[in-house]
């Protein structure tokens, strides 16, 4: 298990390294740079202003060269200044990650919790299966924005139950009203894969043998399902909540768009878009790491219910 932390930890290293190279350079191919915005905003700047900025910022420099500066700045702690927010990033991104991971932990318990509800339903209970199956096309099929736009008009707008977006300042318990509705929407769209693998590998586990022995003991339904079934059955589940993790930290921008929620997708999507080099490549490398870090978690999880795979 030691060696393959190791190992693991070095692909991750290896891996971000080399994403970052690949980032920087295609952010740094985009065509107009911060100095040709702010050239475009300020018409009293001239050409001779505009290239002692450059010099000034690195950005007459080969990409190279500025990427090596940039990576030892990141390597010493000094991720660097947002020009699109004139703060610096530090301060950006801990706010916006933080949002996103608890919506991301919430979103992934439920559409897990239910998503293993209905798979476990669908193999013990074969004539429920049509339904679970329902359940999971409707959820897969239907798009994110329009479920969230029918649950602020049903849960907000219609019964005034919730509030329609936002987030609470103070944080805590006040803060969970504000997470129902977009939990909701991600839980939806991301249960079917939870239901369908878990209905095919429980299905799967309750006809091997142990489990008939386990019936002819005489233990009850639910024990067999608890302590026998589910654990051979979760290594493929694990798989998928570590691939929704990832794809939930940055990938959620509909979402928290609908529900005006400042977190990680939004904020990649306009620093993107303004050009703001130090702040994409910073965020875009969290959602890395943290989705690399989220399956070397399911792998190790993974090991422990299963020593074969060790």
């Known amino acids: ?17 080399l994403l970052s190279f690949a980032m920087f350079l295609l952010i740094g191919l985009m ?29 007459d420099q080969p990409l190279a060269t500025r990427y090596l500066a940039w990576s030892g700045a990141v390597l010493r702690g000094e991720v660097g200044y947002s020009r699109l927010f004139a703060q610096p990033v530090a301060q950006i991104i801990g706010p916006a990650l933080l949002s996103t ?17 209905l798979g476990a339903l669908a193999a013990m209970r074969p004539r429920f299966a049509p339904f679970a199956d329902a359940v999971a096309i409707l959820g897969q ?18 019964l005034g139950w919730l509030p329609a977006g936002g987030s609470a300042e103070e944080g805590g318990l006040a ?12 839980a939806l769209a991301n249960l079917a894969g939870y239901a369908r693998h878990s ?5 799967q586990v309750l006809q091997a043998p142990w489990i008939t022995a386990a019936r002819a003991r005489g233990a009850p339904e639910g024990r067999i399902l608890v302590h026998h079934a589910a654990p051979n059955a979760a290594v493929p589940v694990l798989q998928v909540a570590a691939l ?22 939004k904020l990649i999507y306009d620093a993107v878009m303004g050009n703001d080099t130090n702040l994409a490549l910073v965020a875009l490398l969290l959602v890395a790491l943290v989705t690399m870090l989220a399956t070397l978690a399911a792998d190790l999880a993974q090991r422990a219910l299963d020593p074969r795979l060790a």
Request: hydrophobic share 60%; aromatic share 4%.
């Open 244 to 265: 929704d993790a990832g794809s939930l930290v940055g990938g959620a921008l509909i979402t928290e768009t609908l529900f005006a929620r400042p977190g990680m997708g």
């Open 101 to 117: 991971l608890v919506l991301l932990g919430a979103a992934v318990a439920v559409s897990a919790l239910v998503g293993l509800s």
């Open 141 to 158: 099929s239907a798009p994110s924005f329009w479920l969230g736009i029918l649950l602020i008009i049903v849960f907000a707008v219609t």
């Open 1 to 17: 298990m030691i060696r393959l932390l190791a190992a693991r930890l070095v692909q991750i290293a290896v891996t971000l390294a």
């Open 31 to 59: 065509p107009g740079d911060p100095i040709d915005l702010a050239l475009a905003g300020d018409p009293r700047l001239t050409a001779e202003d505009a290239a002692r900025m450059r010099a000034l910022h690195g950005l």
């Open 175 to 186: 803060a969970l009203p504000y997470l129902v509705l977009p939990v909701a929407t991600l």
């Open 199 to 203: 209905a095919a590998e429980l299905t």
